[in-house]
T-cell receptor
Framework: KNQVEQSPQSLIILEGKNCTLQCNYTVSPFSNLRWYKQDTGRGPVSLTIMTFSENTKSNGRYTATLDADTKQSSLHITASQLSDSASYICVVSSYNQGGKLIFGQGTELSVKP | DAMVIQNPRYQVTQFGKPVTLSCSQTLNHNVMYWYQQKSSQAPKLLFHYYDKDFNNEADTPDNFQSRRPNTSFCFLDIRSPGLGDAAMYLC????????????????FGPGTRLTVT
């Protein structure tokens, strides 16, 4: 069964600190993996998208890694800001799903001053 | 700026009273999606249009219908809303590049929060 699992479910950190969010998937055949940021009451906004041949991709203070062998991805946030408080969703696409996105449950990040 | 617009942002309807949610896009994308997202859950795809071709997910209730009169607009109709249909409804668009990696970015609108009373 195609699944995407994220950990932790929620995380509280202090402003300025770094954090890493994890994503494990069982989607096959794998097409690409995306990380989205969703602010409360808003639609998801794409942070990164990676194919199997890409190990790492950065977008400002966000750095995503992908290990297609172990089917794991991480999202590292550097020097967190209050505005980073949001839900971070790992999403995987499969060739066999016709481009359909398989969503993780998200990690709820709260950055405190 | 090119974008995905959803109206209204907040909608309150009565149990059983038909309601229509609207989505428009200025990206000229040929694929438009409707997702339902309940509190603390991942978005769930209801259906999508690839140009004029309608693709319904197998587990989408018949209570949910959609119309796409032109490239720019797509509507979600809920014929008889129940209390369980209260959720955030997200519209998204994409323009598939046709490459094997399928890196067609999906651009989401801000969502419509539906309350059923």
């Amino acid at each position: 069964k195609n699944q995407v699992e994220q950990s932790p479910q929620s995380l509280i950190i202090l402003e300025g600190k770094n954090c890493t969010l994890q994503c494990n998937y069982t989607v096959s055949p794998f097409s690409n993996l995306r990380w989205y940021k969703q602010d409360t009451g808003r639609g998801p906004v794409s942070l990164t998208i990676m194919t199997f041949s890409e190990n790492t991709k950065s977008n400002g203070r966000y750095t995503a890694t992908l290990d297609a062998d172990t089917k794991q991805s991480s999202l590292h946030i550097t020097a967190s800001q209050l505005s980073d408080s949001a839900s971070y969703i790992c999403v995987v696409s499969s060739y066999n799903q016709g481009g359909k996105l398989i969503f993780g449950q998200g990690t709820e990040l709260s950055v405190k001053p | 700026d090119a974008m995905v617009i959803q109206n209204p942002r907040y909608q309150v309807t009565q149990f059983g009273k038909p309601v229509t949610l609207s989505c428009s896009q200025t990206l000229n994308h040929n694929v438009m999606y409707w997702y339902q997202q309940k509190s603390s859950q991942a978005p769930k795809l209801l259906f999508h249009y690839y140009d004029k071709d309608f693709n319904n997910e197998a587990d989408t209730p018949d209570n949910f219908q959609s119309r796409r009169p032109n490239t720019s607009f797509c509507f979600l109709d809920i014929r008889s809303p129940g209390l369980g249909d209260a959720a955030m409804y997200l519209c998204a668009t994409s323009s598939p590049r046709g490459d094997r990696a399928g890196r067609d970015e999906q651009y989401f609108g801000p969502g419509t929060r539906l309350t059923v009373t």
